[in-house]
């Protein structure tokens, strides 16, 4: 079985909590604040003020150049204020605040729960649909789906990858909606080989989620879909990342940075984001909502919802029963690279595949020790780093040591720190020194 | 109470390693052969290894709280594995005032010295180990509490050295349980083999720094046979294995982490070295047995395998 090739570590996958809820549809929230900014790049612009009646789908921020994109209204209602508020980190964002009348969906979103397979659309179109809908990398990163659809000059794309592996532990929305929004996935799988013109797409999924793989293959197998490939991958964490995943599929491994996936002809997509592809493409509907687990060993109730964007990670918690006793950590995501929140009445956005919550003990780190030199960290880094070095560097300021160990290679998994027996919080210091480094090249490039 | 929301950095989780785990393992590893050598060599090595430990775990608890003034870190075991790994170096009817004087070289000089664990070039134990070769060459190379049944009182390796003992007078097997002279924790071969197969197992070490070690041993005795025809005991490549030092240096002294490369590639060219520079003093050199040494020659090429044995970069060829 196939798998990326150095590095990686076998946390446990703690899927167990929340595996076999299906997928509920979340009571629609009294208001909503919806950020402005829930992609990489530059954030969308409001076009909405207060006092305006909007509807669900409705376009409410619109995309500031070609590297970001669109925001719609989750729900339907009046905007009472476009306002800075503070984010699930406590960082103060652009946001309109919307109160809830009814659920009016605009006009020419289709919402009937019938399958539409056929497509005569051109690769162009379905990628400025793709665009107008707002679609993001749903796994977490949330880069604009259309900028990784349109393939620069001269470059091309030879193969889709669907990332199904979800390797991050304790969540289980992709998992869900594989099993239970298979076939518009693999319609959504469809859309987007037609719109990068590849005639091979490969759904990434470790081989913790055999019923998963087998659901698939069985709906692949029915002919409808012509050049999907199952594949099931062996389960080790980071798989997901889009380098590891890649190199697990093709064997190809992509060059450092800057270089993108697409130099080896591959382009890279989350399996919720497939869905979203389909439902934008076939239903018109934009992207409002999304599949969001909320799981903890310590919670009364785990479940996966679907959530429309801009309902207070509050909500989530309250329903799966309250936070348990003593000191928490709720996080954005999973536990190996999910963000700690400090606001619960903060929006959950379009990246958010899950909040997990840890309580007590399991919230703390461990104390610190002497690094003892046992390179466990260089073995278990996925991308050929040597994070005992890099931290050093980083804690003594010596950027130019950071910078020629390749420091900005970084993708930030958390291996290294997992896996030190002395608790070092190495990847801490190597994202410090990932950033300035990174500001040190800018600043050399601008001298010239 | 209300709830404290705690907010760090990811990784939020962390694995089931610990240092004090790490050490724990190489201590459990160790004990099958010191059950052979007191079953061996009588109960003097359990009183040797007493006086070995306590020393070390004393030095380090006194030399941290007292010297460097700070937080106590016996705790993370390391200083019970060095004085296992000095007594297992030491010959059994040594005087307990000598391993004590070795306790505080390795623990004083080879280990706090540098800033304590992690930081040390050398390995602790063998730096008490070749102090006292050094200080004590008579009471540290004195076998005659060894076996009852043994040739004379010295070390097979020394035998050989002086051409006293022949092919047909040694017995593998013997060897391989423990019966022969030498320190006390380097006779039990079948029992050390065991521990450092529990030390893959937990991954504590990995296979390449023994492999190498051991291959290299090995390869050597092959070479020297073929240009002599293989008759003699010192061309043997089971028989250099087996005796003296070899498993105890290969799989518990060599892989001792702060002064071993970090990269497999850089472990067996660190082998390869310890290897070579065994054989070298063996064959050709003034001593019986040359593990130690060899191992603290190549302790002192670490930071220099490090620096050119890098992890390969991700997507580069």
């Given at each position: 079985m196939k798998t990326f090739p150095i590095g990686g570590i076998h946390p446990s996958?703690?899927?167990?909590?929340?595996?076999d809820k299906a997928i509920e549809v979340l009571e629609l929230p009294d208001s909503v604040a919806v950020p402005?900014?829930?992609?990489?790049?530059a954030p969308a612009t409001p076009i909405v003020k207060k006092g305006d009646k909007v509807l669900t789908g409705q376009l409410i921020g619109e995309a500031t150049g070609f590297v970001s994109a669109n925001i719609h209204s989750p729900i339907s209602g009046t905007v009472t204020a476009v306002d800075m508020l503070p984010n699930g980190q406590g960082q103060r964002r652009m946001m309109v605040v919307i109160k809830r009348e009814g659920d009016e969906w605009v006009?020419?979103?289709?919402?009937?729960t019938e399958l539409k397979r056929a497509c005569t659309l051109e690769p162009k179109e379905i990628i400025a649909k793709v665009k107008e809908a707002g679609?993001?990398?749903?796994?977490?990163?949330?880069?604009p789906t259309h900028v990784k659809l349109s393939i620069p000059e001269g470059q091309k794309a030879n193969i889709l990858i669907i990332?199904?592996?979800?390797?991050?532990?304790?969540?289980t929305s992709d998992y869900r909606t594989m099993l239970e929004r298979g076939e518009m996935m693999l319609v959504g799988v469809s859309l987007l080989m037609r719109a990068i013109s590849v005639d091979r797409a490969v759904i990434g999924v470790e081989n913790n989620k055999p019923d998963a793989i087998a659901h698939l293959r069985k709906l692949v197998a029915d002919?409808?879909?012509?050049?999907i490939e199952v594949m099931p991958l062996k389960t080790r964490?980071?798989?997901?990342?889009e380098k590891q995943l890649i190199a697990a599929v093709t064997g190809r491994q992509v060059p450092?940075?800057?270089?993108?996936p697409i130099s080896v002809g591959a382009v890279v997509c989350n399996a919720s984001t497939a869905v979203a592809v389909y439902e934008a493409v076939q239903?018109?509907?934009?992207?409002i909502e999304r599949v969001v687990t909320i799981t903890g060993?310590?919670?009364k109730e785990t479940h996966n919802y679907l959530t429309r964007f801009g309902t207070p990670y509050s909500t989530l918690i309250e329903r799966a029963g309250g936070l348990p006793e003593g000191d928490v950590k709720i996080l954005n995501?999973?536990?190996?690279m999910g963000r700690a929140l400090v606001n619960l009445s903060a929006p959950i956005m379009k990246g958010c595949s899950g909040v997990t919550v840890y309580s007590d003990g399991d919230a703390l780190r461990g104390v610190e020790q002497a690094?003892?030199?046992?390179g466990k960290c260089v073995n278990a880094c996925p991308i050929g780093l040597e994070p005992y070095l890099l931290a050093r560097a980083s804690k003594l300021q010596k950027w130019d040591v950071a910078e020629e160990h390749n420091a900005?290679?970084?993708?930030?998994?958390?291996c290294c720190s997992y896996t030190c027996p002395s608790y070092l919080p190495l990847l801490d210091y190597i994202r410090i020194a990932k950033q300035t480094v990174m500001a040190n090249i800018r600043a050399r490039a601008n001298k010239k | 109470m209300a709830n404290r929301i705690i907010a760090a950095p990811s990784p939020h989780i962390h694995g089931a390693e610990s240092t004090r785990r790490i050490m724990g393992d190489v201590v459990l590893a160790l004990l099958p052969a010191l059950l052979v050598s007191a079953y061996v060599l009588g109960w003097r090595v359990l009183f040797v290894t007493a006086v070995s430990v306590v020393a070390c775990v004393a030095f380090e608890y006194l030399i941290a709280r007292f010297?460097?003034?700070?937080?106590?870190?016996?705790?993370?075991?390391s200083a019970v594995v060095t004085g296992l790994l000095l007594a297992f170096n030491?010959?059994?009817?040594?005087?307990w005032w000598i391993v004590v004087i070795g306790a505080l070289v390795a623990i004083?000089?080879?280990k706090m010295t540098f800033g304590g664990l992690g930081c040390n070039p050398f390995n602790p134990a063998l730096t008490g180990r070749i102090f006292l070769l050094i200080a004590y060459p008579v009471q540290m190379t004195?076998?005659?509490?060894?076996?009852?049944?043994?040739?004379?009182?010295?070390?097979i390796l020394a035998d050989v050295k002086a051409g006293l003992?022949?092919?047909?007078?040694?017995d593998f097997v013997a060897m391989l349980g423990g019966h022969m002279n030498g320190s006390m924790g380097e006779i039990g071969s079948f029992a050390l083999i065991l521990g450092g197969l529990y030390l893959l197992w937990r991954r504590v070490i990995s296979w390449h720094i023994p492999v190498a070690v051991l291959g290299t041993m090995a390869l050597f005795a092959l070479f020297l046979a073929i240009g002599d025809g293989g008759?003699?005991?010192?061309?043997?490549p089971l028989f250099h294995i087996l005796a003296g030092g070899a498993l105890l240096g290969a799989i518990y002294m060599a892989t001792d982490y702060s002064t071993s490369p970090m990269t497999h590639c850089g472990m067996l060219i660190y082998g390869v070295g310890i290897g070579l520079l065994t054989m070298i003093i063996r064959v050709w050199?003034?001593?019986?047995?040359g593990m130690s040494f060899a191992i603290f020659i190549m302790n002192a090429a670490t930071p220099l395998i490090n620096k050119y044995c890098r992890p390969k970069r991700f997507g580069t060829k």
């Open positions: 996958d703690n899927k167990q909590w929340s595996k402005m900014i829930q992609h990489i790049g006009e020419t979103i289709d919402r009937s679609i993001v990398g749903m796994g977490g990163a949330q880069f990332n199904g592996v979800e390797c991050e532990p304790y969540l002919g409808a879909y012509r050049g964490y980071p798989q997901g990342g450092p940075p800057p270089a993108l239903k018109n509907k934009p992207l060993k310590h919670l995501g999973g536990p190996m690094c003892i030199k046992c900005t290679d970084c993708i930030e998994c958390g | 010297l460097l003034k700070r937080r106590s870190t016996i705790g993370d075991l030491l010959p059994t009817g040594i005087p004083g000089i080879g004195d076998w005659t509490t060894g076996v009852p049944d043994a040739l004379t009182g010295s070390t003992t022949s092919v047909s007078e040694v008759a003699a005991l010192w061309q043997m050199g003034a001593y019986p047995e």
